[in-house]
């Protein structure tokens, strides 16, 4: 380990943790840094995927050759192996090993980590000057809290934690959720004809086809400026299409219960993997009844009835707040509260948290685009915030409380008036709750990536670093005064060629 520079610990090795690795070695030639890693191999979530069915690309790593617009995992997976070899990040990533608690010592300005080797139990302590989180937003999977899971006795599983030593053949399976896991994962396991599949709802979901086309500049121009415009097409896509193509594919039987009365958005969209045209087969049908309880051989139905199960899988979700590592910053205060319920700095940074940057934190995940440019554009932005720290300009930088308090009213402001709040949903809790929406970013994903474009240096706090800090003060006020001296140049010269328009005079 060289100490010459600051040290910077990754927590994760997914596609968050991996861009931000990438970033560190390319734009600021940063060697001195390692990613922890609980598990054995790279990839979370979206690489490590874990479900029949599923089907990514990093901006700086664009890859011309996908075969289809949906890819599928082998493909993702290779996608992500090659730039991880590419990039030479094996030498810098420890597997296995989960970080469990990083605690800023403010006497130091260090972190100070405690990690844990999951193979052994092991329990090590190191430091960094930086930490990046990269831990994901779908880590913890939510187990509903239906009564009895315990007493049953076949096989259940949750569908980040798929269970693939288990076949399915001629088994009776109950799926519990109907949301972009359920509805991507029913098809894949329903093709086999032997396994009968019951899915149990709760509440009905948007489901659209899935499709691509491009705007052209004028049908743009036209949504920008003609009024209402915008929010007409909304509705006529979202309710009208949606509804079109929901009772063109579903089996009529099902249309009262499938077709939901919110409106389209206020939940994630779910994009059909094949799961409407699954409904027709005789293998497969919808339970709308509602859970009263799981029992040893079976789900309990609110009517009494119970419904004999060989299998049960969740795809029940997860919950966005929780994580398995704690962070203490100043006042051995705890993130908790900023992911609960306050939020955070531009989804990235905490007051209190001095050299803690995170990735998809709070309010930063965007509710129908992908989660990769959210990623590369947070990564942006902190490599921008990390600079002076690695060129050892500064030692620390923390966000005020002033300016995340400032955001976080912005963005709740912004949030009122979206669609968001018209429905329970896993961005305001874990479903029922009807919490404040801490997890979506209320707005385009491109004003995200406007307002991250470069830091506000005036909303932090640098330690170490006030000569810098001063200076970069001091070459923006002469750079304001430029372009003041520069625009009355010119516009003292046009209004002299004015002068000289004929007849001006
Ligand atoms: C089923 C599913 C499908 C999805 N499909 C898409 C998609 O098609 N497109 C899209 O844009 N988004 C998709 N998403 C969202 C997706 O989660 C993100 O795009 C992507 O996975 C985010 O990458 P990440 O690195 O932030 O998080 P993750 O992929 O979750 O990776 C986090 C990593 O951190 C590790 N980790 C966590 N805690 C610790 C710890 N304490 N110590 C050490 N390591 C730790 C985890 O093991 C994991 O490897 C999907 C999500 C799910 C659940
Ligand atoms: N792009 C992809 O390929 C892809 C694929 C899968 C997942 N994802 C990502 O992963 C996210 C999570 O998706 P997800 O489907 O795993 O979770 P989800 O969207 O939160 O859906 C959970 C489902 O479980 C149901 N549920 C939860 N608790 C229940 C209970 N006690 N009883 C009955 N039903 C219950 C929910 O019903 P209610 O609606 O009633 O709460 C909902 O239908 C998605 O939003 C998406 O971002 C992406």
Same mark, same amino acid.
Do not use: S
């Given at each position: 380990m060289h100490r010459d520079t600051p040290r910077v610990v990754i927590v994760g090795a997914g596609i968050a943790g991996i861009t931000m690795a990438v970033n560190l070695r390319n734009k600021l030639r940063h060697d001195n840094f390692v990613i922890y890693e609980k598990a054995g191999s790279i990839g979370g979530t979206v690489v490590g995927l874990m479900f029949p069915g599923t089907g990514t690309c990093l901006s700086t790593e664009p890859n011309p050759y996908w075969e289809n617009y949906y890819i599928t995992q082998p493909e993702i997976r290779a996608y992500w192996e090659k730039i991880y070899r590419k990039h030479d990040l094996a030498s810098h990533t420890v597997f296995n090993?989960? *970080?469990?608690l990083v605690e800023w010592d403010e006497e130091n300005g260090v972190h100070n980590l405690t990690l844990e080797d999951v193979m052994s139990g092991q329990t090590i302590q190191t430091q960094a000057e930086t930490v990046i989180q990269a831990v994901g937003f779908f880590t913890t999977p939510m187990y509903p809290d239906i009564p009895g899971k315990e007493k049953f006795t076949g096989p259940l599983w949750h569908s980040s934690q798929?269970?693939?030593? *288990?076949?399915?053949? #001629?088994m009776t399976v109950g799926v519990v959720g109907n949301g972009c896991s359920a509805t991507q994962f029913i098809p894949a396991i329903a093709a086999e004809p032997t396994t009968r599949v019951i899915n149990f709802c709760r509440t009905p979901q948007w489901i659209g086809m899935r499709s691509n086309y491009h705007y052209p500049e004028w049908a743009k121009w036209a949504f920008a400026h003609v009024p209402f415009l915008l929010h007409a097409y909304r509705s006529f896509m979202m309710i009208t299409v949606l509804t079109w193509y929901m009772r063109r594919t579903a089996p009529a039987k099902y249309h009262d219960n499938l077709i939901p009365t919110y409106p389209p958005g206020c939940k994630r969209l779910v994009l059909d993997s094949n799961y409407l045209a699954a409904l027709h087969q005789p293998n497969v049908d919808l339970n709308w009844t509602g859970i009263q309880e799981i029992v040893e051989d079976g789900i309990v139905l609110k009517t009494g009835n119970k419904v004999p199960l060989d299998a049960i899988i969740f795809g029940t979700g997860f919950y966005l707040a929780k994580r398995d590592v704690v962070f203490r910053g100043? #006042? #051995?205060?705890?993130l908790k509260h900023y992911f609960e319920s306050e939020g955070g700095y531009y989804g990235t940074v905490f007051p209190g948290f001095p050299n803690l940057f995170t990735i998809v934190g709070p309010n930063s995940a965007s509710a129908h685009a992908s989660l990769i440019f959210i990623i590369e554009t947070q990564v942006n932005y902190i490599m921008k915030l990390m600079k002076p720290i690695i060129n050892g300009k500064a030692k620390s930088l923390e966000v005020t409380q002033k300016a995340t308090t400032y955001y976080n009213t912005w963005i709740q402001r912004r949030m009122a008036s979206t669609i968001f709040l018209s429905c329970f949903s896993y961005y305001r809790g874990d479903n029922r709750t009807g919490a404040k929406n801490v997890a979506t970013f209320p707005g385009m994903i491109s004003l995200y990536w406007w307002i991250t474009r470069k830091p506000r240096w005036d909303d932090f706090k640098v330690v170490g670093g006030e000569q810098w800090f001063y200076q970069r003060r001091k070459v923006a006020l002469m750079n304001y005064a430029l372009v003041g001296l520069m625009v009355s140049v010119v516009g003292y010269n046009f209004s002299m060629l004015w002068k000289l328009v004929p007849g001006r005079w």
């Open positions: 090993t989960r *970080v469990t798929w269970r693939h030593d *288990v076949d399915l053949k #001629g100043i #006042g #051995g205060h705890t």
